[in-house]
C-alpha cells in the first residue's frame, strides 16, 4: 500500500496569512493527488484534483503544485473560512490512502 | 443536484452485523464506481471499500476484507456496506462517497455521514 504522510500535523496562523502543506507519498503516485477540506461534523470536500486542479467553485486563494511524490497545498491569504482540517489522499492505486490530515487553527 | 444519503447507522455488539444504505439521486448512479470511506471519533479519513459502476468489481482495505460486503442495487439507486463480526475499531462515521470516473480520479460527491457504534 502506499503511505501518505503529511506535515504538520497542526497548523497555527492568522488571517491573511500564507500558508504551505506538505504531502509525501511513499513511492511514485505522478500527478493522482487530491487535496480535502474538512469542517467539524461535515463530510470533507474535494478542493483540488490531479495534485495542481483547482475544482469549480473553490476560490483561488488555493492552489497545489507537485509531481512524483511530493506535493504541496498553498492557501494564499488567509480567511476565516478556511480554518478547517485538510486531508490529502493519493488516487494512483487501491487503496486510496489519506494522509492524516492537518488542523488549521487560528493563531 | 448530486445527493448522496446514507441510513442505517446504529448501535451494534461486537460480533454483530450491520447493513448501511446509501441513497443516490441527481446523476446516472450505474455510471460512477461507488465507495465507503469512514472516520472514527476524532480521527483521520480511512478508506473501506470501492464497487465499480456495473457491481462486478471490487475492492476492500484490509482491515475489512473477509468481514465487509460491499454491493450496489442500480435499479433503486442505491449502495450498500454489509458488515459482519464487528469490531470496537469499527467505531465511525461511513460515508457514502461517489468517484468521479472511471479509472483514476478523485471523490468528488459525499454523504452527510451515517455513524456506526460497536460496544457492549
Known amino acids: 500500500d502506499i503511505q501518505m504522510t503529511q506535515s504538520p500535523s497542526t497548523l497555527s496562523a492568522s488571517v491573511g496569512d500564507r500558508v504551505t502543506i506538505t504531502c509525501r507519498a511513499s513511492q511514485s503516485i505522478s500527478r493522482w493527488l487530491a487535496w480535502y477540506q474538512q469542517k467539524p461534523g461535515k463530510a470533507p470536500k474535494l478542493l483540488i484534483s490531479e495534485a495542481s486542479s483547482l475544482r469549480s467553485g473553490v476560490p483561488s486563494r488555493f492552489s497545489g503544485s507537485g509531481f512524483g511524490t511530493e506535493f504541496t497545498l498553498t492557501i494564499s491569504g488567509l480567511q476565516p473560512d478556511d480554518f478547517a482540517t485538510y486531508y490529502c489522499?493519493?488516487?494512483?492505486?487501491?487503496?486510496?490512502?489519506f494522509g492524516q490530515g492537518t488542523k488549521l487553527e487560528i493563531k | 443536484e448530486v445527493q448522496l444519503v446514507e441510513s442505517g447507522g446504529t448501535l451494534v455488539q461486537p460480533g454483530g452485523s450491520l447493513r448501511l444504505s446509501c441513497t443516490a439521486s441527481g446523476f446516472t448512479f450505474s455510471s460512477y464506481g461507488m465507495n465507503w470511506v469512514r472516520q472514527a471519533p476524532g480521527k483521520g479519513l480511512e478508506w473501506v471499500s470501492i464497487i465499480s459502476g456495473s457491481g462486478d468489481v471490487t475492492y476492500y482495505a484490509d482491515s475489512v476484507n473477509g468481514r465487509f460486503t460491499i454491493s450496489r442495487d442500480n435499479s433503486k439507486n442505491t449502495l450498500f456496506l454489509q458488515m459482519n463480526s464487528l469490531r470496537a475499531e469499527d467505531t465511525a462515521a461511513y460515508y457514502c462517497?461517489?468517484?468521479?470516473?472511471?479509472?483514476?480520479?478523485?471523490?468528488?460527491?459525499w454523504g452527510q455521514g451515517t455513524l456506526v457504534t460497536v460496544s457492549s
Open positions: 489522499q493519493q488516487c494512483s492505486s487501491y487503496p486510496y490512502t
Open positions: 462517497v461517489r468517484k468521479e470516473r472511471v479509472g483514476v480520479a478523485p471523490f468528488d460527491y
